[in-house]
């Protein structure tokens, strides 16, 4: 039998692949973000790809930037092709400074200036605490909120503090009610989530605004995979989740574009969940994740 349609608004459509979108309708202007940078982290793929999609469908410039720069340059021929505008791939670790300075150097040389810094580099996986290394635990931290305040650093000193600018922070609701299996990730993202507010306040004088977007399950990307999602879908298709959905990477985009843009001009410090109020009901199933993780671990066997 087939399932009854869902009630209210439709999402907005996407691709589970690393590939474009074959149509898009503008929800904004399309020249919200006119002749502005982008300077995304981890913009190669999953949502940052989307994100540097999505805004420069908006008329922005976007510099991608992570270790692979392979798929860098696959991303930015892609992204240039179907928006018209500039993207410029650029490796880069967020967790060494040095490679981060290079990289906003070479922006500034190339493109003049930055308007939007994206912080979306990330690491995450299933595992209990008591089966986490050191080591693990210590690597999500430096990607995840070294990671965040490295670039954010560099980019204020080197353009922000004299010109104003706008962050936003991809985080997790992962710290909101101490998720099973999540402590690394969990932990990284709470310190970010601080960071939004600390620099928000510090940084306001200059003209930065700083914000976070947290999302739930979102489709089509790695961490949707490794972190149980599709199985969600099987079994249930997500009953906990008020929207009974995942969400998926064109309304991160979105989200994140009404952060950096005007549409948002006295909105700092802020938390946008973007989880169709996933955190408010969703079970924490520590038996479930187990078993996954598990299941996960014999699969990379």
Same mark, same amino acid.
């Given at each position: ?53 999505? !805004?420069?469908? %908006? #008329?922005?410039?976007? &510099?991608?930037? =992570?270790?692979? /720069?392979?798929?860098?340059?696959? +991303? ?83 353009? !922000?503090?004299? %010109? #104003?600018?706008?962050? &936003?922070?991809? =985080?997790?609701? /992962?710290?909101?009610?101490?998720? +099973? ?87 700092? #410090?802020?938390?946008? &969940? ?28």
């Amino acid at each position: 039998m087939a399932k009854p349609q869902r009630k209210g608004e439709l999402p907005p459509g996407d691709v589970g692949t690393d590939d474009c979108l074959t149509s898009y309708t503008h929800v904004y202007s399309p020249d919200l973000l006119k002749d502005q940078v982008a300077f995304i982290t981890g913009g190669g793929s999953g949502i940052g790809l989307r994100i540097a999609e999505i !805004f420069m469908r %908006h #008329g922005c410039d976007t &510099v991608i930037a =992570s270790r692979n /720069l392979d798929r860098l340059k696959e +991303a930015a021929k892609k992204l240039s092709a179907v928006s018209g505008r500039r993207c410029l791939p650029l490796r880069m670790d967020v967790r060494q400074p040095e490679s981060i300075i290079a990289a906003v150097d070479e922006t500034l040389r190339e493109l003049g200036r930055i308007d939007i810094l994206i912080n979306n580099a990330a690491g995450n996986f299933l595992c209990p605490a008591v089966s986490l290394s050191f080591n693990a635990f210590k690597t999500v931290m430096e990607i995840d909120t070294m990671g965040t305040f490295n670039t954010s650093k560099v980019v204020y000193e080197k353009w !922000f503090q004299n %010109h #104003g600018g706008n962050i &936003v922070n991809i =985080s997790a609701t /992962l710290g909101y009610r101490g998720q +099973a299996l999540q402590v690394h990730a969990g932990s990284a993202k709470a310190a970010n989530d601080a960071m939004t507010k600390h620099l928000a306040v510090e940084w306001g004088p200059s003209g930065v605004r700083v914000n976070t977007v947290a999302p739930g399950p979102i489709s089509g990307t790695e961490g949707y995979r490794r972190l149980g999602g599709p199985q969600g879908e099987v079994v249930g298709d997500f009953p906990s989740i008020p929207l009974q959905r995942a969400g998926n990477k064109t309304e991160l985009a979105h989200c994140a574009l009404f952060l950096a843009s005007r549409a948002s001009t006295y909105v700092t #410090g802020a938390s946008l &969940v973007a989880d169709g109020g996933w955190w408010l009901t969703s079970a924490n199933d520590l038996s479930m994740l187990s078993g996954y993780w598990s299941s996960e671990k014999k699969r990379d066997k």
